[in-house]
C-alpha cells in the first residue's frame, strides 16, 4: 500500500487584512511538492484550516508556461478539504506548504496543533518550508514542551523578511519566535535552497527549498 502526503495550505489572503495587499499560499510551495510527492508514487491530498478555496499569492504567479505546468495543483487549491474533516491519522507526513498567509491562520489554530503533536508524538513525518513553519509557532506537544524545542528547523529567515520590506507587516519574526521555542534555526543562503532534516522533521529555508525538501520526504518515506 502506497504511503500518502497531507499538504497544508493557507486560506488567508492578505496582509494585515489590506485588501489592496493580497498574498497566500506561495504556488510552488505547494504545487512541487505535489507534483514530486505523486511522481513518487504516493498518495496526495491538500487541505487548508477553513477548507475551500485556497488564494493564491500574486507574486508567485508567472503569467506564463510556469503556471500552466502547475494547473493540476491551481485547480485543487480551488476547493480544499477542511482539516476538522480530515483523518489525520490515515496519513505518513504532513508538508505544510509557505506564502506569508500561513503566518495569519496556521499559529494558533486547534486542528493544526492537533495533527503536529500527533505526529511528532507517533513520530510521523513534519515536512514544512518557508512560512510553513509558522505552524509550529506555540504549538505544545501534550508534555507542556515546545514542538520545535531541541529540534534543528528551518523557514524564512529574518534577513529574508527584511529584504522583502515586510517584518513590519508580520504578526511576528518567524526565526524569532521559533528560536524563542527552543528551535536549531538553521539559516542558510538568502533565497538559496536549504533543507534541513532532523528526527521526523524535514524543513526548507525559501521558494527555493521547495522541491529539495519534498525530495527528501520522498526519500524519508520510501
Request: with cysteine.
Amino acid at each position: 500500500m502506497s504511503k500518502s502526503v497531507l499538504i497544508i495550505a493557507t486560506n488567508h489572503g492578505t496582509i494585515n487584512n489590506d485588501k489592496d495587499r493580497p498574498t497566500g499560499v506561495w504556488l510552488s510551495e505547494a504545487a512541487e511538492p505535489y507534483q514530486i510527492f505523486q511522481g513518487a508514487g504516493l498518495k496526495v491530498d491538500i487541505a487548508s484550516p477553513k477548507g475551500g478555496e485556497v488564494p493564491i499569492d500574486p507574486a508567485s504567479l508567472s503569467n506564463g508556461q510556469d503556471d500552466e505546468k502547475f494547473n493540476d495543483v491551481i485547480r485543487l487549491l480551488q476547493n480544499t478539504q477542511s482539516l476538522k474533516d480530515v483523518v489525520y491519522e490515515g496519513y505518513d507526513a504532513i508538508f505544510f506548504a509557505g506564502g506569508h498567509g500561513a503566518m495569519y491562520d496556521f499559529p494558533g489554530n486547534p486542528e493544526i496543533q492537533n495533527i503536529t503533536a500527533f505526529f511528532k508524538d507517533d513520530g510521523r513525518t513534519i515536512g514544512a518550508v518557508c512560512h510553513g513553519p509558522a505552524a509550529f509557532a506555540d504549538l505544545k506537544t501534550k508534555d507542556g514542551s515546545y514542538v520545535v524545542d531541541g529540534v534543528k528547523i528551518t523557514g524564512f529567515t529574518n534577513t529574508e523578511e527584511q529584504s522583502m520590506n515586510l517584518m513590519d507587516d508580520m504578526p511576528f519574526a518567524l526565526q524569532t519566535k521559533l528560536e524563542s521555542h527552543g528551535a536549531g534555526f538553521v539559516v542558510g543562503g538568502e533565497m538559496e535552497s536549504n533543507v534541513v532534516k532532523d528526527r521526523n522533521f524535514v524543513t526548507g529555508q525559501n521558494p527555493a527549498s521547495a522541491a529539495d525538501a519534498a525530495q527528501a520526504i520522498v526519500n524519508q518515506l520510501t
